[in-house]
C-alpha cells in the first residue's frame, strides 16, 4: 500500500519554538506580518490612573476556549469592569464591558496587534475611583496598560505547522522515525496496522517537500506523504 494523496490533506496549525511548544488549533495562518510572537507564561500589571485601578492579565492560549476558560476564570465580578481581547490566528474576539463602545476592548487588541503578537488573551479589570476620563482618556487607560504589560512580558516565536500522514513497513519504521525526529520542529506518532505503521507527521510549513522527498528516498518510494 502505498502513502496518502499529497497536499489535500495537509492541515494547518501552529507551534512555538520552546519545549513542551504551544499547539494551537487556528484554521488559518494571520495576515499582515511575518512574524507573529506570542507569551512565554501569564503575566499581571497594575496601574492607577486618575484614582481607577487597572489590573491587567494576559496569557497564551491554544483554542479559543482556553480564552474564555482565562476570562472566565480571572474576571473579577466586584469589578465595574473585565474588559478584554483575544486572537488566534485570523480569529479574534473583544468586549467592552459596558464601558462607551469602543474605549476599551478594541484598544487592548490593537495593543496585542502592535506588538505582532497572536494566540493570546489579555483582560484589563477596573475599579473605577470616581473621575471620569472620557473617551479618549480610556481607550489610552486600557490600551496603555495592556500595551506596557505586553512590552515587558517575555515571548516566543509563534512558527507555522501543518501535518499529514505516511504509511510505513515494519521493515522501514526504525531508519524513518530516526530520521524524520532529526528534522527541527517535526512530530511524530504512530498508529500499529497489520502490514506496517501509519505515522501522522506534524512538521513547519515550507519543510513539507523536504520531507517528502527524504521519505521517499528512504523508502525507495514504498512510502510517500
Known sequence: RSGFPSSRRWKVGFATMRPNSLRLS???LRTGSDMAFTLVHEVEQVREIKKSRFIAMATPIGSEEEARSFLAARSNPTANHNCWAWRLGQTYRFSDDGEPSGTAG????????????DAIVVLVTRFF????LGSGGLMRA???TAAEMLRLAGKREV????????????????LVKA???????????????????????????GDEARVAD????????????
Open 214 to 225: 527524504l521519505l521517499r528516498d528512504l523508502t525507495s518510494g514504498r512510502s510517500r506523504l
Open 159 to 174: 512558527i507555522p505547522m501543518t501535518s499529514a500522514e505516511a504509511f510505513c513497513s515494519f521493515s522501514d519504521l526504525a
Open 26 to 28: 487556528a484554521g488559518s
Open 106 to 117: 478594541k484598544p487592548i487588541l490593537q495593543a496585542i496587534d502592535g506588538q505582532a503578537l
Open 129 to 132: 475611583g470616581g473621575v471620569l
Open 179 to 205: 530520521r524524520l525526529q532529526a528534522v527541527d520542529h517535526l512530530t511524530l506518532s504512530e498508529a500499529f496496522e497489520g502490514e506496517g505503521v501509519t505515522l501522522t507527521v506534524s512538521l513547519r510549513q
Open 142 to 144: 486600557y490600551g496603555g
